[in-house]
Every structure is written in structure tokens, then in C-alpha cells.
């Protein structure tokens, strides 16, 4: 049952990430726009850290999103020196857009594929499910 569960979760990961239009980002830019709307602006090496990479390796993702007007940066007001990157409002737009997608699709699927009964059993299913994460 594990096996399946963990199966079922990767495709069900997949066919939401198709339903948002991610353009030409990797999925290292996507990590690092998330953790930004997340945690909230944060300096290069910060996020080279969190996502476990080299600091030159995320001076090219950030550059990269930099160029696509996905992210900003602005002097640290308590350190001068640094630099702290931050989600432009076009980037937060794109990213509600892509959940809005997302569940959109999820919502229409449920209700298109499943019977008012089957739906109570999912929703029954998915208060299990939460347990599991719950800490």
C-alpha cells in the first residue's frame, strides 16, 4: 500500500505541475521563487544554502530570474553590503495564476470523475491522509 500511495502522490505532483504553465524555468528557479514567497527575501547565499547548492550556481538562477523580471534585489537595510532578493508583483501574480490552475483543475477532475459518494470517501481519505503529515 505504501508503494502505491507514494506512486499515486508522484502522479497526481505531475499531472498539478502541468497544469501550470512554468515557460522555459527549471526546476531549480521554480525551488527558488518558492522558497522566496515563502521565507521571504533572502541574500544569494542564503538561498544557495537552503536549496543545497553552490553559491555560483545560484548566482546563474538568480540571474536568470533576474532577467525574466521574476525577482528583485535591494540593499539590506541592516547591512549595506548585501544584497536581498525579493519576488517582483509579476512573479507573485504568475505563481497565484499557477495555483489557481492547479486547483482548478484538481476541483473539475473531482467533480467530473467521481460520484457525490466517492467524493466522501476522498474527503474521508484525505483527513487520514493529513495525519500522516501532521506532526
Known amino acids: 500500500m505504501?508503494?502505491?500511495l507514494r506512486a499515486l502522490v508522484g502522479k497526481l505532483k505531475r499531472r498539478l505541475r502541468e497544469q501550470a504553465?512554468?515557460?522555459d524555468l527549471t526546476p531549480s528557479q521554480v525551488?527558488?521563487?518558492?522558497?522566496l514567497e515563502r521565507e521571504g527575501p533572502a541574500t544569494a547565499s542564503s538561498l544557495a544554502r537552503a536549496e543545497g547548492m553552490r553559491s555560483q550556481s545560484?548566482?546563474?538562477?538568480?540571474?536568470?530570474?533576474e532577467a525574466a523580471g521574476m525577482v528583485q534585489g535591494r540593499p539590506d537595510p541592516t547591512d549595506g553590503r548585501r544584497i536581498l532578493?525579493?519576488?517582483t508583483d509579476a512573479?507573485?501574480?504568475w505563481i497565484r495564476r499557477g495555483r489557481a490552475a492547479r486547483q482548478d483543475w484538481l476541483t473539475n477532475s473531482l467533480q467530473t470523475r467521481l460520484s457525490a459518494e466517492e467524493l466522501k470517501v476522498?474527503?474521508?481519505a484525505v483527513e487520514l491522509l493529513?495525519?500522516?503529515t501532521d506532526d
Open 2 to 4: 505504501a508503494a502505491e
Open 21 to 23: 504553465d512554468v515557460g
Open 31 to 35: 525551488s527558488a521563487l518558492l522558497r
Open 58 to 65: 545560484m548566482g546563474t538562477v538568480i540571474a536568470a530570474l
Open 85 to 87: 532578493l525579493s519576488l
Open 91 to 93: 512573479c507573485r501574480e
Open 122 to 124: 476522498v474527503g474521508r
Open 130 to 132: 493529513k495525519r500522516l
